[in-house]
Every structure is written in C-alpha cells, then in structure tokens.
C-alpha cells in the first residue's frame, strides 16, 4: 500500500527555518515524482515544488525559489522541503504526494495527511 507521512511542521517566527520531510512506504520514491503542495485557511492548494525521477527539481511558485529547497535521500525513501526565511504568508498545511511526472497537477495521488506550519511571533 502506497503511502506517504509528512513531519516537521510547527510553530516557527518569522525569519526562521523549518525542514519538513515526506516519509514514503509501499514503493521506492526514488521511481517516481515527489510533490510538495500546501493550503492556506480559505484559499486553495496550492503547488510548491516537486523532485523528479531524473532528480530535476520543478519550483510551481517562483516566489519560494532561493527560499524553498526539495531533496530526496533515497536510502531513507525521504522526501525533504527545507523552508527558510519563513513568512506569516507560508503559513499553511503542507503536504506531499505522488505521481509519475511532476508536469501534470492532475496525476498527483497517494496524499499524505498533512503537517501544520505556522509562522507567528
């Protein structure tokens, strides 16, 4: 059974950093995309960023891009989104999800339950 955990959520203040990590089972994610995606109170999800089969990295939101890091480390079948910089507006449930081809939103699946970021004073 395909299934994806994400942890590292939390409260953080602004200019902080936080890493989350995407924990899959039930298949090798180093064979498939791995997306990062997060939903804000009363606005719509929204992408992040994804990490290919050929490890090249998608930014959906170029505003995140230099603050927002993905990586896989494959032996711990572990997705990672280092987050620095953060700000009240990256406040949001994060979570992560699979598919063949980070191009396509539509294919994403197998979506973990989420893990709440908060960046507050």
């Known amino acids: 059974q395909v299934q994806l955990v994400e942890s590292g959520g939390g409260l953080v203040p602004p200019g902080g950093s936080l890493r989350l990590s995407c924990a899959a089972s039930g298949f090798t994610p180093d064979y498939y995309g791995i997306g990062w995606f997060r939903q804000a109170p009363g606005k719509e999800r929204e992408g992040v960023s994804c990490?290919?089969?050929?490890?090249?990295?998608?930014y959906y939101t170029d505003s995140l891009k230099g603050r927002f890091t993905i990586s896989r480390d494959n032996a711990k079948n572990t997705v990672y989104l280092q987050m620095n910089s953060l700000k009240p507006e990256d406040t949001a449930v994060y979570y992560c999800a699979t598919a063949p081809t980070c191009d396509d939103y539509d294919l994403f699946g197998s979506w973990g339950q989420g893990t709440q970021v908060t960046v507050s004073s």
């Open positions: 990490i290919s089969i050929s490890d090249r990295i998608t």
